[in-house]
């Protein structure tokens, strides 16, 4: 998924922003290509970004099938589109093009939890103490950390239940998971890597590089 506006990021698109002299973007793509269990890559991005992909993607010699075409108004209208383009095949892993550090095993991770439940996520544990408050601000709640996680992606899913999902997804959602856990179906989080960040301001950009 690399289709949004990257409002937060001063005019600049985060997935083609230069990350150690390349584009953001190329990291992501060459770890779902270096993952063997992958056999077919769609890129879902911006109209205006069109020809810019699939430029990067020529710039080298490529081993798997590419595909790249244009998201939508949404996150979840993005996903429905590059759905939409995939080959006859069991599982989806689904990433954000804004998280270039994923890593081959990270992929390979969501394969082998989602063959429990048919969903998977990445999650790191929350380091921090959370609160839950109202409107006016006033604490109602603080969970227990131990059991708070912050997702991340690759999520993975069984293809027959992720596209069910879509097909019943009413109003607005931050991530695939949550479509599927709407529909009763139990998603397996399973260890990510806090260096798995996502970069949505110029200072994780920074970041990142550091991380690179």
Avoid at 76 to 100: F, K, M, T, Y
Wanted: hydrophobic residues 40%; aromatic residues 6%.
């Amino acid at each position: 998924m690399a289709a949004g506006e990257s409002r937060r990021m001063n005019g600049v698109d985060k997935v083609f922003a230069p990350l150690g002299g390349r584009p953001a973007l190329s990291y992501v793509l060459d770890a779902f290509e270096s993952c063997k269990a992958v056999s077919q890559i769609v890129v879902v991005v911006s109209k205006d970004n069109l020809a810019k992909c699939r430029q990067l993607i020529a710039e080298k010699k490529r081993a798997k099938q590419f595909e790249v075409c244009t998201g939508g108004k949404r996150r979840q209208d993005s996903v429905a589109a590059g759905l939409a383009r995939l080959d006859e095949c069991n599982w989806v892993v689904i990433h954000d093009g804004a998280r270039p550090l994923v890593t081959k095993e990270l992929i390979e991770r969501g394969l082998e939890a989602a063959g429990e439940t048919g969903a998977a996520a990445a999650a790191v544990p929350v380091t921090d103490t959370i609160k839950i408050a109202g409107d006016d601000r006033i604490v109602l709640e603080t969970p227990l950390r131990q059991n708070l996680w912050a997702v991340q992606t690759p999520q993975v899913f069984r293809v027959d239940i992720i596209s069910k999902a879509y097909q019943k997804a009413k109003g607005e959602v931050t991530d695939d998971a949550s479509l599927v856990e709407k529909l009763g179906y139990r998603v397996k989080l399973y260890t990510g890597s806090y260096d798995n960040i996502k970069i949505t301001t110029g200072k994780d950009l920074l970041i990142a590089e550091v991380l690179l």
